[in-house]
Structures are given as structure tokens and as C-alpha cells.
């Protein structure tokens, strides 16, 4: 015998709680099962996120489709969401700084993508016009972004998932799913509950948001999918504005010039290790706080591994931002935090797809960066797959 369910979503971070949400305003019978003790305890991605709203530009058309488009409507629907439900975010802007010749060629490439994306209001600025913005920085010249900005990304899931509840969406946290199988007709959802409990749930579709493991359930569910995660680890640590004159900014993102990155499983570009102001704390409406947090620097993880590990010196994170900050040094540098990405092997954009096997198992994988910023418009995507 089997419990009956409508629609199963696999996983309770931001985009799986984006997805219930969305899912919520036009079916009932949608249960969402977590792992994990609570949706916003800080034990998934989501609650180690940045909280850094982009706005698309770095994602290149042709081999990043998803991410390109996802990001650019994500950041419209996330503004809009936070200011109708009080979520904690801001329209900080962004600057992406060059400091030599060569990174001013490459901003121009971006700025030509701004305008591919439609990323709206980027414009290309001088040294000098950078210093106006935000004195403590220098650069040759730089790229005004106006749509980045950040969000509180534990409020951002409170709020998605009290709606969805309210909605109808059944939360069955410390429960995981062991099992899944699937034929013409069902998606077969071997349960194991927190007191030790188990069943199998039959659903008529099922979503995988597992973040993380998303990969080894498309696997369990269809041996044939080759995706596999690349596991990496993103470190940062952080300083206080207020310390000294030489620290402070005026409240927005601060980024380099892309840079390459590469793993054993394959090269990346990176946004590279960037200044993120943060919230006073999680009222609204939001005030900043004198925190300011420098980083990710990306670094290869053991499979399996989550934010353990050898951390990077913070030697390495002020050498890399005195380029464009001169003022920071190694002593300002305090741990902040390290959290793993769900980033896949030779796949640089979001995998959103229905199984070839079984069209009513619909996977999310390789979420990683934007995955934050797009979780809405994933939301939207994933509830338009299932009509």
C-alpha cells in the first residue's frame, strides 16, 4: 500500500521553498520533504548564501542560457516579492572595478552582454567616478550596475515558506528521502522519518530541489543521467567598516574583474573575492550594518564534504582585494563562513529538466550562483513544467 500525494518536492532551501510557493497558488496535495531538522535552521545552502542579488550579466547566452535569463527575471520578481512581504533587501548597486588595461577590455565585453541580458542601466565609468562613489576604492574604471543589490537570504525562505504553508504545502522536515523509483504513471518516494519511521509515498509528480544531492537522486531515480556535482567549497571572511577611515564604503557591492578558476572537474570563471555589505540585522525596514564580508574564494572539496576543511589564510583575501581596497589588511580579516556549492561537472548552467524516463520527475540541478537571485523565476519555470 502506498500514501497518495499530488506533487512531492525534494528539498526545503530557497529555490524548493520558491517552487512550493509557486506551486502552492495552484494546486493542493503538494508536500515537501526536508532532510534537515527545520527549512531555516542553517543547515542548507540557502542559509550560508551571500545574500548578493545579481543582475545577470555575468551569464553568457550561449552556454549559460538558464542562468542568463533565470537571473535577469529572478532579480525583477525578488525586489518586488521582499518589498510586498517585508523581506529584508536592497538596491546596494554594484561596481565590477578594473585596475589594469587588460581588465578594462574585459569589462567592455561585459557591458556588451548587459546589453544581450537585458541587464538594465549599466554603464561603463572612469577611475575618478569611481572614487566619488565610494572613496576608498580605486580603479582605472569600472562597470555601474544599479540592480544588484543584496537580501537577507534566512528571512527570504522564513517568508517563502510561511506563504506556502499557508497555502496548503505540507513541511515534513527531519525526513528523508532514501529511495526513488518511478513508471508511466508515478513517482515512487521511499520515506524515512525522524523517529524512525518509513513508508513509500506515490506521487503524480515530483520536483527534485535537493541542492546538493540532487545529483545522486537523479541518478537513484534514472542510473542513465550522467550528472554528477563537482564539489567545491566557497570561503569568506569578513571586516568591520567602521574601524578605521581607510575601511569604510558607502554601501555597495564592490567586485574585480572575472577571473578564471580551475578545479579537478573542469575551468570556471569566477566573480572573484568581492566586498558584500550586509544587514544591521533581519528588521525591516533594512538598515546596513558595518559588517562587510570579503569573498568567496572557491577551492576543490572532498566529496561528501560540506564546510569542513582547511581554510584558505586570510593573507590570500587581502592581498587579492588591496588591488581595488588598499586600505584593508590582513589583521582587519575575521572568519566569517564556508559553504558548499551544488555546482556540476562540465555543466556551467542550471540543469531544469524533466527526466527522459519518467516526464513527471522534474529535476533542478547544478543550482549554484544565481541560484538565489533566480529562485523565483525557477519557481515560476517549474510550476509552468508541471501544468
Not at 30 to 55: A, D, W, Y
Not at 132 to 151: C, D, H, K, Q
Not at 330 to 338: F, G, I, P, T, V
Request: hydrophobic share 35%; aromatic share 8%.
Amino acid at each position: 500500500m502506498y500514501t497518495d500525494i499530488d506533487i512531492a518536492i525534494i528539498g526545503g532551501g530557497v529555490v524548493g521553498c520558491a517552487v512550493a510557493r509557486e506551486l502552492s497558488a495552484r494546486h493542493k496535495g503538494v508536500f515537501l520533504f526536508e532532510k534537515n531538522p527545520g527549512i531555516t535552521k542553517g543547515e542548507n545552502q540557502s542559509s550560508r548564501n551571500s545574500g548578493v542579488i545579481h543582475s545577470g550579466i555575468y551569464y553568457d547566452r550561449g552556454s549559460r542560457p538558464q542562468k542568463a535569463a533565470l537571473c535577469v527575471e529572478g532579480n525583477r520578481l525578488l525586489y518586488e516579492f521582499c518589498g510586498t512581504h517585508s523581506v529584508p533587501a536592497l538596491r546596494t548597486g554594484k561596481l565590477i572595478v578594473a585596475t589594469t588595461p587588460e581588465e578594462d577590455e574585459i569589462l567592455d565585453l561585459y557591458l556588451a552582454r548587459a546589453g544581450e541580458n537585458g541587464v538594465p542601466e549599466v554603464r561603463k565609468i572612469s577611475g575618478q567616478a569611481v572614487s566619488r562613489m565610494e572613496p576608498n576604492v580605486v580603479a582605472g574604471s569600472a562597470l555601474e550596475i544599479p540592480s544588484a543589490g543584496i537580501v537577507e537570504p534566512t528571512s527570504l525562505v522564513y517568508r517563502l515558506h510561511t506563504i506556502a504553508a499557508k497555502n496548503g504545502v505540507e513541511f515534513l522536515t527531519g525526513t528523508e528521502v532514501t529511495d526513488v523509483k518511478g513508471d508511466a504513471d508515478f513517482i515512487y518516494l521511499s520515506i524515512r522519518y525522524r523517529d524512525g519511521g518509513s513508508e513509500t509515498v506515490r506521487a503524480r509528480v515530483a520536483v527534485n530541489a535537493a541542492g546538493l544531492e540532487a545529483d545522486r537522486i537523479a541518478r537513484t531515480l534514472n542510473p542513465d543521467l550522467r550528472y554528477e556535482r563537482d564539489p567545491v567549497r566557497g570561503e569568506s571572511y569578513k571586516f568591520y567598516g567602521n574601524s578605521r577611515p581607510q575601511l569604510k564604503l558607502l554601501g555597495r557591492n564592490v567586485y574585480p574583474t572575472p577571473e578564471l578558476v580551475v578545479t579537478p572537474y573542469g575551468r570556471h570563471f569566477t566573480v572573484g573575492i568581492h566586498l558584500t555589505p550586509t544587514f544591521e540585522d533581519r528588521s525591516y525596514p533594512p538598515r546596513l550594518g558595518a559588517t562587510v564580508t570579503v569573498g568567496p574564494k572557491v577551492v576543490p572539496a572532498a566529496e561528501g564534504e560540506n564546510v569542513a576543511g582547511d581554510r584558505t589564510p586570510a593573507s590570500f583575501f587581502a592581498a587579492r582585494v588591496q588591488r581595488y581596497f588598499p586600505g584593508l589588511t590582513e589583521e582587519d580579516l575575521s572568519w566569517y563562513q564556508a559553504g558548499t556549492q551544488a555546482r556540476l561537472k562540465d555543466e556551467p548552467d542550471f540543469v531544469i529538466r524533466p527526466d527522459p524516463a519518467y516526464p513527471h520527475f522534474i529535476h533542478l540541478l547544478g543550482i549554484d550562483s544565481p541560484g538565489l537571485t533566480a529562485s523565483l523565476a525557477i519557481g515560476r519555470k517549474v510550476a509552468h513544467m508541471v501544468e
